[in-house]
């Protein structure tokens, strides 16, 4: 598990309000089936697989769509 945090802007959001993981900059070799992370109910959400935290970048504005 890498534990890491990954700060995330209201840009890099899909959808709902949600990342995905593995993200584009882990190497591939780290690599784990793709699962999508709520970060706007809570302000941020870990990754089950690799433990990554995604939080939401503070002052970041999500709109509704």
């Known amino acids: ?8 802007l209201a840009t890099d959001l899909q959808g709902p309000g949600v990342v995905f993981c593995p993200n584009p900059k882990m ?11 709520d970060v706007v109910t809570t302000g941020q959400g870990r990754c089950p697989y690799c433990g990554t935290t995604y939080r ?7 709109h509704a769509h």
């Open 1 to 8: 598990m890498s534990g890491d945090a990954v700060e995330v």
């Open 56 to 62: 939401l970048k503070a002052g970041e504005k999500v």
């Open 27 to 37: 190497a591939l070799w780290s690599s784990h089936p793709k699962v999508f992370i």
